[in-house]
């Protein structure tokens, strides 16, 4: 039986588990232990790092890994280059699961940025004062010291060392535009503030912002390492199946 291993972390990781566990696959889904509730999947779970890429390529070894799917966040910075350096050291070959991004479409009012600081920057270009940030818990930056921004986070998990002023929203998705657009409405939110982390889940939030005729600012993605990457389950699926057969 091929063994799978599976950085996992969203929507993608738990429908190849799933679709992997189906097959008849032995696979493992690795979580960095960012966020304590997820949702249940077949197989092996491990939480936690791997520590560094030496300690990947020992888990690889170790484990007799057959192929690893690099299917964390679109945001994941390290993780894609760590991956693909112990994999290509150990000889396992590696995919990157990568959603397509979002892209504006006619109405919608996106300011493009590269990261959290110039996210910040732009909201006070825009004049904006109160800012729904979906960023998540961890990215939220130069936005907690400041006190001129009223602030409305949404998060799975409550944020720290937010101000006592802003709102916490703590929900998971997938959202609906209507429900969207009664939150933005409600808290008098006048710019959007999100990563273009791309899919369905949370996509609603821009339709509502395009509705409202709302400003979003949207961070752009990190870059990535060199190597194959598919777009969707079903490709990763077509890929492992290609390596398996050649390692067989």
């Known amino acids: 039986m091929a063994r799978v291993l599976v950085l996992a972390g969203t929507t993608e990781a738990t429908e190849l588990a799933t ?8 696979v493992i889904s690795s979580f960095a232990g960012v966020t304590s509730t997820r949702r249940s999947r077949p197989g092996r779970i ?4 791997f520590g560094g890429v030496a300690g990947l390529e020992q888990y690889l070894t170790d484990e007799g890994i057959d192929a690893l799917v690099d299917a964390t966040h679109p945001f994941a910075a390290r993780m894609p280059f760590n991956a693909a350096r112990a994999a290509a050291a150990v000889g396992v070959p590696r ?3 990568l959603r397509p991004p979002w892209l504006p479409t006619v109405g919608d009012r996106w300011v493009s940025v590269p990261d959290l600081a110039a996210a910040h920057d732009a909201v006070h270009s825009l004049g904006a004062r109160t800012v729904f940030l979906s960023t998540g818990r961890q990215s939220i930056g130069p936005f ?14 409550p944020p720290e060392g937010l101000p006592s002023s802003a ?3 703590l929900s998971r998705g997938p959202f ?5 657009c009664q939150l933005l409405q409600s808290h008098a939110v006048d710019v959007v ?9 949370t ?22 390492p060199n190597g194959p990457i598919v777009e969707t389950v079903d490709l990763a699926l077509s890929w492992l199946t290609t390596v398996i057969c050649r390692r067989a």
């Open 95 to 97: 995919c990157r699961v």
């Open 193 to 201: 503030v999100t990563k273009n982390s791309g899919g369905d889940a």
């Open 46 to 49: 491990r939480t936690g790092g």
């Open 19 to 26: 679709e992997l566990e189906a097959h008849g696959t032995e």
């Open 167 to 169: 709102a916490v929203v």
């Open 144 to 157: 907690a010291s400041d006190t001129d921004l009223q602030l409305v986070v949404r998060s799975i998990e």
């Open 203 to 224: 996509a609603a939030k821009l339709v509502a912002a395009r509705q409202l005729q709302l400003p979003v600012v949207m961070i752009e993605r990190p870059p990535q």
């Open 176 to 180: 609906n535009v209507d429900d969207e």
